[in-house]
């Protein structure tokens, strides 16, 4: 198993360090770059859900993402962990009904589950973690 932890401020420009763990990340890993461009794509959503609703971009609150690839590159889980109150995401709305689809924002969890499944959203006193998992291509 290959393990990663990345503790981040809460802030956006801190996409560009993860982002930079990320791609070293899977290259080590052997996964293609398409499923790399993938990741990045859903990682930057996570984070920035963990940036501005978990932690209301408080840079003193930290967010961390764990990254954990099942051995022989079958699995891959990854944890964002934010310091805020956490949400349930089959409670969040379908962003592509009609009575929504005028609206800008609220589709960045939508649009993780097209590449991932949500395998856990859970709080606790210390704060919420999702945690997605990747089947690698």
């Not at 360090?17 to 791609?23: G, H, K």
């Not at 990741?39 to 967010?63: I, W, Y």
């Not at 969890?109 to 006193?125: F, K």
């Amino acid at each position: 198993m290959k393990n990663h932890t990345v503790v981040l401020k809460s802030r956006g420009e801190e996409f560009a360090a993860l982002q930079q763990a990320l791609v070293l990340f899977g290259f080590e890993a052997g996964y293609s770059a398409g499923f790399i461009s993938t990741l990045e794509l859903t990682f930057k959503e996570a984070f920035l859900n963990a940036v501005m609703h978990g932690n209301h971009e408080n840079e003193s609150l930290p967010v961390t993402v764990s990254l954990n690839a099942e051995s022989g590159g079958n699995l891959l889980e990854v944890t964002f962990r934010d310091c805020g109150p956490g949400f349930q995401p089959d409670d969040l709305p379908d962003p592509t009904t009609p009575d929504r689809l005028h609206i800008t924002s609220g589709r960045g969890v939508h649009l993780i589950r097209s590449y991932a499944e949500i395998a856990d959203a859970r709080a606790d006193a210390s704060g919420f973690s999702l945690t997605l998992r990747y089947v690698p291509c």
